[in-house]
């Protein structure tokens, strides 16, 4: 298929593709690995062509790009969510519970993983991940400073670019955690994971 016959996809149509190719490759990316898993083994899972999956995605990279780009509007969600709260940073540390089982969720940490493994060897999904986080980090920084206005607190660079970059490796640390220690006390981790954020939160 030409560039301008894809362009003339029913946009519907595509977008359920799309989520179709997305769905196949997340459970093969997570069962194969990114390299173990070929365009012909998420083809078969997606129930279509290789020849057809290129009309909505060029390689894999891209299919891993649109994980991340996906990533960005659920996160960005939660960011607005959080924003309509009383009380942001209060929320946060009340949260921590639900945070924790969603990271410790085995349904969303290999593909988590597998991205953060590719960006480390492949320029182009690291310039994707790079671009994602630099979004991400920009608006939740925004969340936390004017919630931290509010209440008297610093707002100075370096206690908000330590701030933001320490909360961000506690959540995405917890996916590397599951894995040494599938086992962990999840109810203690998310206890003392509230006290953590609220003596980072409120200092």
């Known amino acids: 298929m030409s560039t301008t016959e894809k ?7 595509a977008l359920v593709r799309r989520k179709q190719v997305l769905d196949a490759a997340a459970a093969c990316f997570g069962r194969s690995g990114f390299h173990g898993a070929s365009m012909a083994e ?8 290789a020849g057809h999956i290129y009309n909505y995605f060029d390689s894999k990279d891209a299919i891993i790009a649109a994980f991340v780009e996906q990533n960005v509007e659920r996160v960005s969600q939660l960011m607005r969510d959080l924003e309509q709260q009383a009380d942001p940073l209060q929320s946060i540390v009340d949260d921590a519970p639900r945070h924790v089982s969603e990271h410790l969720d085995p349904n969303t940490w290999p593909l988590a993983l597998e991205i ?9 999904i690291a310039e994707v991940v790079h671009d994602a986080d630099r979004r991400s980090r920009a608006q939740f920084r925004a969340i936390l400073k004017a919630s931290r206005e509010q209440k008297g607190l610093a707002v100075d660079d370096d206690t908000m670019d330590g701030l933001v970059e320490a909360m961000i490796c506690i959540f995405q640390g917890l996916d590397l955690r599951v894995v040494h220690n599938p086992k962990l006390n999840e109810a203690a981790l998310a206890r003392y994971m509230g006290i953590a954020m609220k003596a980072m939160l409120f200092s």
Not at 7 to 13: I, K, N, T
Not at 42 to 49: D, E, L, P
Request: hydrophobic share 35%; proline share 8%.
């Open 7 to 13: 362009r003339h996809l029913d946009p519907e149509r």
């Open 116 to 124: 953060s493994a590719e960006a480390a060897r492949n320029p182009k």
């Open 42 to 49: 998420i083809s078969k899972a997606a129930g279509m062509s």
